[in-house]
C-alpha cells in the first residue's frame, strides 16, 4: 500500500546550517505530495505542498521538489532559525480515500 | 477566516466521566476529521464526516462517538476512557468532501486530554 518514509530523527542544527530533511515515498499513480510542521504544544500546519511530478513547494525559506524518478520529496533550507525547531512531517493522500498517509516524523532543533 | 478552532485547550477527566471536544471551521470546507496524536508519533486518523454524514470509522473504540451537527462544527464525544486514550486529540477539515488528490487538510491546535 501507499506509504512514506522519512529519516529518522532527531536532528540537531547550528543556526544558518543548511538543512535536508528526507522522505521518500511509494504509492500508486501520482499523488499530492505535502510537508506539515508542527511547533511545540500545538496542532500540524501545512508547510508547503506538491501537486504533480517536478513541482517545487516553497514557503518560509523551506523548499521541496517532487521527484517521481527517484520516489522523493526532500524538504530543504538554506539557513536555518531557532524558531524552525519543530517536528516535520511528509504526507501524501491515501489513493481513493480521504486519509493522510503520514511519515514517522522528524524532531528538529536548532541551537543558537 | 482561515482556521480550525478547537475547544478545550486542556482536558482532564476521569475514568468514569462523560466529556466531549468542540471543533469548528468557517472556510466553508465540506469535510471534517478527528485524529489522535500520541507523544513522539504522527497523528491517527480517527474518523472523518463527508457533508456532514460520518464516512470513514477507523475501528475506534464505542467509547468515543463523533457528531457533526453540521457542516461548521464537529463534536468528539468521551465517555469510560481509559488512561491509554490520554493523547492530543486534532480536528482537521478539508475543502471537498469526496476524495481528492488535492485535499489538504487544515488542522486545529488540538485538545491535551489526560485521562486519570
Known amino acids: 500500500g501507499d506509504s512514506v518514509t522519512q529519516m529518522e530523527g532527531p536532528v540537531t542544527l547550528s543556526e544558518e546550517a543548511f538543512l535536508t530533511i528526507n522522505c521518500t515515498y511509494t504509492a500508486t499513480g501520482y499523488p499530492s505530495l505535502f510537508w506539515y510542521v508542527q511547533y511545540p504544544g500545538e496542532g500540524l500546519q501545512l508547510l508547503l505542498k506538491?501537486?504533480?511530478?517536478?513541482d517545487k513547494g516553497s514557503n518560509k525559506g523551506f523548499e521541496a521538489t517532487y521527484r517521481k524518478e527517484t520516489t522523493s520529496f526532500h524538504l530543504e533550507k538554506g539557513s536555518v532559525q531557532v524558531s524552525d525547531s519543530a517536528v516535520y512531517f511528509c504526507?501524501?493522500?491515501?489513493?481513493?480515500?480521504?486519509?493522510?498517509?503520514f511519515g514517522q516524523g522528524t524532531r528538529l532543533t536548532i541551537n543558537p | 477566516d482561515t482556521e480550525v478552532t478547537q475547544t478545550p485547550k486542556h482536558l482532564v477527566m476521569g475514568m468514569t466521566n462523560k466529556k466531549s471536544l468542540k471543533c469548528e471551521q468557517h472556510?466553508?470546507?465540506?469535510?471534517m476529521y478527528w485524529y489522535k496524536q500520541k507523544a513522539k508519533k504522527p497523528p491517527e486518523l480517527m474518523f472523518v464526516y463527508s457533508y456532514e454524514k460520518l464516512s470513514i470509522n477507523e475501528s475506534v473504540p464505542s467509547r468515543f462517538s463523533p457528531e457533526c451537527p453540521n457542516s461548521s462544527l464537529l463534536n468528539l464525544h468521551l465517555h469510560a476512557l481509559q488512561p491509554e486514550d490520554s493523547a492530543l486529540y486534532l480536528c482537521?477539515?478539508?475543502?471537498?468532501?469526496?476524495?481528492?488528490?488535492?485535499?489538504?487538510?487544515?488542522f486545529g491546535p488540538g485538545t491535551r486530554l489526560t485521562v486519570l
Open positions: 482537521a477539515s478539508s475543502q471537498r468532501g469526496q476524495a481528492s488528490l488535492y485535499n489538504e487538510q487544515f
Open positions: 506538491a501537486t504533480k511530478a517536478d
Open positions: 504526507a501524501l493522500p491515501l489513493q481513493g480515500a480521504q486519509k493522510l498517509v
Open positions: 472556510m466553508g470546507h465540506r469535510a
